[in-house]
């Protein structure tokens, strides 16, 4: 079966800037998550989607971070404006049920701020 | 914060030899995962043990899990170069709304 698919690989951005990110899950999983990973530190919940509703985004930082879940299936996740914090691996996760059992992660992007 | 705490942070060890890694997290769980991530690439998952289990086992990895003390041990047996990676817990604490949530992880380099 197919992985998760996450696009672009790289990326490199100035700051203030902005940037998305695309992610298509393993067909038919229902929970989806974005992570933040800074080098050298484990991953950072960011926001997780089930189907396409919020079920946690009280780390993602609204006001400059957004993210959608568009049919419940392909997730987009923006930052607008870019700051250099933010240079790091945006990885995408699903999951099939809705426990958070099991997560299937893709290679990730890696976003660097200039 | 992170819920899950591994220690140590960075071990070396021989082809051949066990390694052993800590995880300890604060509040109660619903179950406790362990991934590895080799570098540059996304975390793969390994293992699940639930709140009411004290050990598992999946081919060369065995893990345990207390819960009076909150913490779990994973144990590679007969390690393998590429066994080299970071390997990383992560807690769920089950409930609505929750979140899976991960430690800091453990580099682990395994010399052939």
């Known amino acids: 079966e197919a992985g998760v698919a996450q696009s672009p690989r790289y990326k490199i951005i100035e700051k203030r800037q902005s940037v998305a990110f695309w992610c298509n899950p393993i067909?038919?999983?229902?929970?989806l998550y974005w992570y933040q990973q800074i080098l050298g530190q484990g991953p950072k919940l960011l926001i997780q989607?089930?189907?396409?509703?919020?079920?946690?985004d009280s780390q993602l930082p609204k006001d400059r971070f957004s993210a959608e879940r568009l049919k419940g299936v392909d997730s987009t996740l923006k930052i607008q404006p870019a700051k250099l914090e933010d240079s790091a691996v945006y990885l995408c996760?699903?999951?099939?049920?809705?426990?958070?059992?099991?997560?299937?992660f893709g290679s990730g992007t890696q976003l660097s701020v200039l | 914060s992170q819920q899950g705490e591994e220690d140590p942070q960075a071990l070396s060890i021989q082809e051949g030899e066990n390694a052993t890694m800590n995880c300890s997290y604060k509040?109660?769980?619903?179950?406790l995962q362990w991934y590895r991530q080799n570098s540059g690439r996304g975390l793969v998952h390994l293992i699940l043990?639930?709140?009411?289990?004290r050990e598992k086992h999946s081919g060369r990895l065995r893990v345990t899990l207390d819960t009076s003390k909150k913490s779990s041990s994973l144990l590679i047996t007969a390690s393998r170069a590429a066994d080299t990676a970071s390997y990383f817990c992560?807690?769920?604490?089950?409930?609505?709304?929750?979140?899976?949530?991960f430690g800091g992880g453990t580099r682990l380099m395994v010399k052939p």
């Open positions: 996760a699903s999951s099939p049920g809705y426990a958070n059992e099991k997560l299937f």
């Open positions: 067909s038919g999983h229902a929970t």
């Open positions: 989607f089930q189907n396409n509703g919020v079920v946690d």
């Open positions: 509040t109660s769980i619903n179950n």
């Open positions: 043990i639930r709140s009411n289990e």
């Open positions: 992560a807690t769920d604490v089950g409930g609505a709304g929750n979140m899976l949530t």
